[in-house]
């Protein structure tokens, strides 16, 4: 069994942890532009949208290559620096 999760990216993952960072990395507008099913267009929650993707196969697996394809481009960009580069201030102070 290990053996056949070994290269699974989704393994450990659940839907709900999967369905809550792509909401917080899209929202459920963009997530339901992606994948067109009403648990993300129409009154969108967590909690109808597993009720629903823990029925219906097809719609659970549009959701998890959304969460890979997501995932993995941003792990993939390179991390910009976002520290600021400051100077040192060396001009002359009285002491």
Not at 32 to 41: D, L, S
Not at 57 to 70: H, N
Request: some cysteine; overall charge positive.
């Amino acid at each position: 069994m290990a053996a056949q999760q070994k290269n699974n990216p989704l393994h450990g993952l659940t839907l709900q942890n999967i369905l809550e960072t792509l909401e917080s990395e899209l929202g459920f507008e963009k997530m339901g532009q992606h994948v067109k099913i009403n648990c993300f267009t129409s009154d969108p929650s967590i909690k109808s949208s597993l009720k629903f993707l823990r029925k219906t196969p097809w719609a659970r697996e549009k959701v998890e290559q959304l969460y890979l394809s997501t995932v993995h481009k941003q792990a993939k960009e390179p991390k910009a620096d976002t520290s600021e580069f400051v100077w040192p201030d060396i001009s002359n102070k009285p002491e």
